[in-house]
């Protein structure tokens, strides 16, 4: 049997590729018609157990077909955010996920009492964890500066069950993997992220964000099928279902979204298995939307 590639079009379908030509897939799978269309090849280590069988029927994992949609995002305006009570246990793993867009602002796009995911001054993205009870600390900074006013994806995982140098932390910036500046001289330690509120806020001027998720599990990242399931090909929102656990594989703690032209406001209703959010100031719908 020829090798068989999965590949995405950039607007959510996917084709088969055999080796002989390209055909259109469905959602379920069944090949529809020959299409000649530009490409993007995912590879078919994305997909594993991807294979042909009768009829021109083709199977592959769910996760294989989720695909974007439509959604709207947020303006966060200075001194301004959303937030809660931290519902979130001390523990040593955490998954945060977001879209945002941001020309000058410092923000905190994602926070879990001490564990904090930022925009600064500059543009560079830090993710911050700290134990209050010892002052043990682990931060890593993007190579990378993103005070672009673009769209971006960002998935970040981190797990600190281990010794000083060997901490587990994925930074995946527009679907790639950053090599960040890393300080980590501590042993294991549980993260704060039951001290203070959880959510996101801004410090200094204004910033838009979308599609936030938080949960105090890790993700491997370093699997590009996890990246997959937040993050579609051309780099807009997955469907990730309505409470987060398409991608997940459970329902996460925290899911802030809302669909193209639904209220800014509702942003604050927390679509995970968490409570609702307070709005700091006056929500209003970004300019743009990363589905755009």
Not at 36 to 41: D, E, R, S, V, W
Not at 120 to 144: C, K, M, N, P, R
Request: proline share 2%; aromatic share 12%.
């Amino acid at each position: 049997m020829a090798d068989k590639y999965l590949l995405e079009d950039g607007s959510g379908g996917y084709l088969l590729e055999d080796g002989s030509g390209y055909y259109l897939l469905d959602g379920g799978g069944f090949v529809l018609k020959p299409a000649g269309l530009h490409a993007i090849q995912c590879g078919l280590g994305k997909w594993p157990g991807l294979h042909a069988i009768e009829h021109g029927h083709v199977a592959f994992p769910s996760y294989a077909a989720v695909s974007s949609f439509a959604c709207d995002g947020v303006l966060i305006e200075d001194g301004e955010g959303i937030i809660q009570t931290s519902e979130f246990t001390d523990g040593r793993q955490i998954t945060f996920t977001c879209f945002f867009k941001a020309s000058t602002a410092t923000a905190y796009l994602c926070f879990a009492g001490y564990c904090t995911v930022t925009i600064d001054e500059s543009g560079y993205i830090t993710v911050f964890a700290y134990e209050i009870d010892t002052a043990y600390i682990f931060q890593a900074i993007s190579a990378g500066t993103y005070h672009d006013g673009e769209w971006h994806s960002l998935l970040v995982s981190m797990d600190t069950n281990y010794s000083a140098g060997n901490k587990i932390c994925h930074m995946i910036i527009d679907r790639a993997a950053v090599s960040p500046t890393i300080t980590d001289e501590e042993v294991a330690f549980d993260i704060g992220l039951s001290g203070g509120n959880a959510g996101t806020g801004s410090d200094v001027s204004d910033y838009e964000i979308a599609e936030v998720t938080m949960d105090a599990s890790y993700i491997d990242f370093s699997v590009q099928a996890n990246i997959d399931k937040f993050v579609t090909a051309s780099n807009k929102p997955a469907n990730i279902g309505t409470d987060g656990s398409t991608a997940y594989g459970f329902t996460p703690k925290i899911y802030m979204h809302i669909d193209d032209g639904e209220a800014a406001a509702n942003f604050a209703t927390n679509r995970g298995s968490g409570g609702d959010f307070t709005i700091t100031g006056t929500l209003s719908t970004s300019s743009t939307s990363p589905s755009d």
